[in-house]
């Protein structure tokens, strides 16, 4: 099966699944009231929808050429600003004062990772922009890990460290000969992997018991969602990062767990929603 049927294949399957979640977000929209956080969601869905329709289209006409900036790379952009926007509304910053040093962290990881996108691209001003509004996202998505509390400082600094090793890892590649290099790539990817296991695998977790506590006092109940929806917002970004940094058959992996992210997302959206409107009342968008 020849590499272009694969990328086909696999942009058709997160094609109907982000066709669902529209499905299901209209069937919601018109039946509920609904927040701005579920409208924020809804954009970035289709967002993403339309940025793979282009490549999908691009895969098929003209599969040997290379854009530099196109259509799917401005869709992105407004993508990472879009679930920016969406973590800032549900997480306030008011109050938190130890938010400063995760954001400086989160900021110099960011350079790295446009650092990291130009030496594998050499699209200076594509990357330098995606990697900002892709920064700012990463930034409100550690600002809402820390607000919801959703790690305790073991497994964030567990996480950070992931992060960076994997960082100074990638960067090492460029220098090392090659057969080294091969080595440092399969580390990388037992990290990048493990990393996203490990963050599906505690968002079902906390969804589930998000969902349970629906029927519980308000308060226990937004405190259990809002960890959900930060630690799926941490693994969405984290198997965005696992695509990034893949190729191959590794990259196919990575996005097709992206696909199975965007749903699991949806059901901790849907969680938050409940914490938001739990009547069936019809109505429009909450501001």
């Keep these: 099966m020849s590499d272009e049927l694969i990328s086909i294949i696999v942009n058709l399957i997160q094609i109907v699944s982000f066709c ?10 018109r039946s509920r009231r609904f927040s701005r956080l579920l409208l924020f969601f809804l954009y970035g869905i289709i967002l993403a929808l339309l940025s793979i329709l282009f490549w999908l289209v691009h895969d098929i006409m003209r599969p040997e050429a290379r854009i530099p900036f196109g259509a799917n790379e401005i869709g992105e952009i407004s993508i990472s600003l879009m679930y920016a926007s969406l973590l800032d509304i549900r997480f306030k910053a008011a109050g938190y004062k130890n938010l400063k ?28 922009l995606s990697g900002t509004a892709f920064g ?11 607000i919801s509390k959703a790690f305790n400082k073991i497994k964030l600094t567990v996480l950070a460290l992931g992060a960076y090793i994997l960082i100074g890892l990638q960067g090492l590649i460029f220098i090392v ?28 977790y906390l969804i589930r018991t998000a969902f349970r506590a629906i029927k519980g006092s308000s308060e226990d109940q937004k405190k259990r969602v809002d960890k959900a929806l930060a630690v799926t917002f941490a693994a969405l970004i984290w198997a965005l990062n696992t ?19 965007y749903l699991i997302l949806f059901m901790a959206i849907s969680a938050a929603e409940e914490t938001e409107f739990p009547d069936t009342v019809k109505g429009g968008v909450s501001v």
């Design 20 to 29: 669902f979640i529209l499905f299901m977000i209209g069937r919601r929209m």
């Design 101 to 128: 040093p995760a954001t400086l962290l989160t900021i110099i990881y960011s350079l790295a990772v446009i650092a990291l996108w130009i030496g594998w691209t050499g699209e200076w001003i594509k990357d330098i």
């Design 136 to 146: 700012y996202m990463m930034c409100m998505s550690v600002r809402s890990l820390i």
């Design 177 to 204: 000969p090659e057969n080294i290099g091969k080595v440092v790539d399969i580390l990388c990817y037992i990290i990048l992997f493990s990393g996203i296991f490990w963050l599906l695998i505690y968002s079902v």
């Design 243 to 261: 695509m990034y940094m893949s190729a191959g058959t590794m990259y196919v992996i990575a996005y097709i767990i992206e696909t199975v992210v």
